[in-house]
């Protein structure tokens, strides 16, 4: 069975409200200082969770995941 199978609707829910979490911190982080450390920090944090689910959870649950346009 397919890993983007096994996962239910709520699981992809979660973690594209963390990633829009994260996403917004890095909005706002960037509208401060684009330059800044906590910029830089978050952005990573968004890559992060980014990777991590595609790692974990293959391509299509990363579309599903998908949450760059919050």
């Known amino acids: 069975m397919q890993v ?3 996962l239910d609707s709520a699981t ?3 973690l594209r ?13 960037f509208a401060k ?3 800044s450390r ?4 978050s952005r ?3 890559i992060a969770l980014q990777h991590t689910v595609r ?3 293959g391509e299509p649950v990363a579309w599903d995941v ?3 346009e919050a």
């Not at 409200?17 to 982080?29: D, H, M, N, S, T």
């Not at 906590?38 to 920090?41: I, L, Q, R, V």
């Open 4 to 6: 983007a199978e096994q």
């Open 12 to 14: 992809i829910e979660r």
């Open 17 to 29: 409200k963390q990633g829009e979490f994260l996403l917004r911190i890095y909005q706002a982080e």
């Open 33 to 35: 200082d684009p330059t």
């Open 38 to 41: 906590a910029t830089e920090s």
């Open 44 to 46: 990573s944090n968004v």
């Open 55 to 57: 790692q974990l959870y």
């Open 66 to 68: 998908d949450f760059e």
